[in-house]
């Protein structure tokens, strides 16, 4: 991947995370507009059906919407030399995966996490406990964050912190 601008602190990589290095399909939605192809990466799924049921319920022309698969190389995270303190993760569905392959840099660097997910909320808790994470998400209406301690699917952004990152806050 080749950057516009000239960033001395991004690195840009061809590969996805998981908890281990392999090949996977995704599906990934794109439309034809004016002679040019338009891929919707962000509505990328590793899911033909989750991603067909998303474009129903988000777009009124679905007719012209065509799904291309692809395989994508998958690596286990190694090191990098430079310290690591913010994660996001928006992969439909894959964040757990992406989370088992990071515990070398959890255990290295405590980042804090933003997460993106509807799915496996609760199985990603229990992963990051014993991290000593707990997990928030953030309350517009006291405008601040609110740890979850049940069940809770009215979120969909969670952030998973331990006490040094709220005494930054």
Same mark, same amino acid.
């Given at each position: ?56 319920? *988000? ?5 012209? /919407? %065509?799904? #291309?698969?692809? +395989?994508?190389?998958?690596?286990? !995270?190694?090191?990098? =030399? ?58 517009? *209406? ?5 740890? /979850? %301690?049940? #069940?809770?699917? +009215?979120?969909?952004?969670?952030? !998973?912190?331990?006490? =040094? ?5």
């Amino acid at each position: 991947i080749k950057l516009k601008n000239n960033f001395n602190n991004l690195k840009c990589f061809n590969f996805g995370l998981s908890n281990k290095a392999k090949e996977h399909v995704v599906f990934i939605p794109y439309f034809r507009f004016l002679g040019s192809i338009y891929y919707m990466i962000t509505y990328t799924f590793y899911d033909l059906i989750e991603l067909r049921e998303n474009l129903k319920i *988000n777009f009124i022309f679905k007719k012209n /919407i %065509k799904i #291309k698969k692809l +395989k994508i190389k998958l690596n286990k !995270f190694n090191t990098f =030399k430079n310290r690591i303190d913010l994660v996001k993760l928006d992969v439909n569905g894959h964040e757990f995966n992406i989370l088992k392959g990071l515990k070398k840099l959890i255990l290295r660097d405590k980042p804090a996490f933003i997460l993106e997910e509807l799915e496996n909320i609760r199985k990603i808790q229990i992963f990051m406990n014993r991290y000593h994470y707990k997990c928030y998400y953030y309350d517009v *209406n006291v405008k601040k964050l609110i740890q /979850i %301690k049940a #069940k809770n699917n +009215k979120n969909l952004n969670f952030y !998973f912190l331990q006490k =040094k990152h709220l005494k930054l806050i």
